[in-house]
């Protein structure tokens, strides 16, 4: 954390940029619930599918910007506690369901193979993977992340940190997400330069300060660039088209960030509450975005689409809020039974 409260103030408009990120997450993945036109969803999730990213980004500033004294055994004893304990406690249920073989389907998962297992590599494997809830394949990601940190902590003073971002950023652009992020490791690699990025962004912030007070033009500007791109984006093949998306998608963490940092630079409650509860939130809400799939698929059959473009988007705002309702109201009722215990069992 900030070493002072003075820098703890001067850091805020980061902890409304990780609430941002949280929603833009929520939201993106509310979309695969309710009924929806294909290229109004297609553009949203083009749109909005950056917050990962920005969570990455916000992850290497904040390494950059708390790390003076790092060390590694603390550092990683800290991450088990306040990250990892509690990824295995919410998703303990679902992870259950997967290992007792309830499980009828998986989005990216062989089940006769994994059926196959013994039960003991059945929970290991699920757990590695992240594969238990869809968005969970992020915690064995960033988990890597910890385990490299010693690299990250050397690159952080060295001038080797723009170079390595760049052959990252050439790596990632070559080998491409992996089918709903399977792979964790080829994960590791795709957002590697995001994280260094952010790192980049902490260490030459004097560089990028004059841009601050036109943030929000740049900003704007750059998303409809992005918008005018989409067209030619949907007319390549699916992979390369993901690997332009986020090389077009990284700029906007750092544009983010300078909005932030020239508007919201001050205690904004509601950003504040979702940037605390990020993890948590991050953990639970794939419950919700499946229970909403499911109920769609038992009503409708198969998921239908919806021709008005309004009625679209207001099926996604009820989607979202729907999620970040019941994932907020899960939140009080777990805070209210683990108490002072709740940061290392449930991440808030």
Request: glycine share 6%; hydrophobic share 55%.
């Amino acid at each position: 954390m900030p070493s002072s409260p003075a820098e703890q103030t001067a850091m805020q408009f980061i902890n409304n940029m990780r609430g941002i990120a949280i929603l833009l997450i929520i939201v993106d993945h509310s979309m695969i619930g309710p009924p929806a036109n294909s290229g109004l969803l297609v553009l949203l999730d083009y749109l909005l599918g950056n917050g990962t990213i920005v969570f990455v980004f916000i992850a290497g500033y904040l390494f950059t910007r708390t790390t003076d004294n790092f060390r590694y055994v603390p550092y990683l004893r800290n991450k088990a506690l306040t990250v990892v304990l509690p990824y295995l406690v919410t998703a303990f249920p679902v992870t259950v369901g997967f290992v007792a073989g309830w499980a009828p389907s998986h989005r990216w998962m062989d089940l006769d193979w994994y059926y196959s297992l013994d039960y003991v590599s059945r929970y290991v494997y699920i757990t590695i993977t992240g594969g238990a809830l869809g968005p969970l394949w992020f915690i064995p990601m960033i988990v890597l992340f910890y385990g490299a940190s010693p690299v990250f902590n050397a690159l952080k003073k060295s001038p080797l940190l723009v170079p390595v971002f760049l052959l990252a950023l050439v790596a990632a652009s070559l080998i491409g997400r992996s089918s709903h992020n399977a792979n964790t490791f080829q994960s590791f690699v795709v957002y590697a330069p995001a994280f260094l990025l952010g790192m980049v962004a902490s260490r030459h912030e004097d560089v990028l300060s004059p841009a601050v007070p036109r943030a929000l033009w740049l900003l704007a500007g750059y998303v409809a660039v992005e918008i005018a791109l989409f067209p030619a984006l949907l007319s390549l093949p699916t992979g390369i088209a993901d690997r332009i998306g986020m090389l077009l998608n990284l700029p906007l963490a750092v544009l983010l960030m300078l909005v932030c940092k020239s508007a919201l630079n001050r205690r904004i409650t509601v950003l504040d509450m979702f940037a605390r509860l990020s993890f948590f939130l991050y953990f639970i809400h794939g419950y919700f975005t499946g229970i909403m799939r499911n109920v769609v698929r038992a009503v409708f059959g198969a998921r239908p689409m919806i021709d008005n473009p309004i009625l679209d988007l207001s099926a996604i705002v009820l989607a979202s809020f729907i999620v970040i309702s019941a994932s907020l109201t899960v939140f009080v009722a777990l805070k209210y039974v683990t108490k002072d215990r709740s940061r290392y069992l449930i991440g808030a």
